[in-house]
């Protein structure tokens, strides 16, 4: 197993454990995936979205949304 295979697995099983916590849980996940790049995170994500009813990906939508906005007014200001 290559080390990306090892994060996802990990990233995976921790997802079912931090979705238990609500949404606390599910911002933990998404901070975690902030330091990933390229197709690991992209792959986390997939995880991290199928394992969600539709309120909590519309709750990691609009948490996504709000970090995209304060980078930007970060840059902005």
Known sequence: MTNNQQKIAAFSDAISRALD????GLKLAVQILQNEKGQVKLAMY???WENLDDLRRKQLWQYLVNIQETKNNKSAG
Request: glycine share 14%; no cysteine.
């Open 21 to 24: 916590y609500g949404e606390e």
């Open 46 to 48: 997939n995880l991290l």
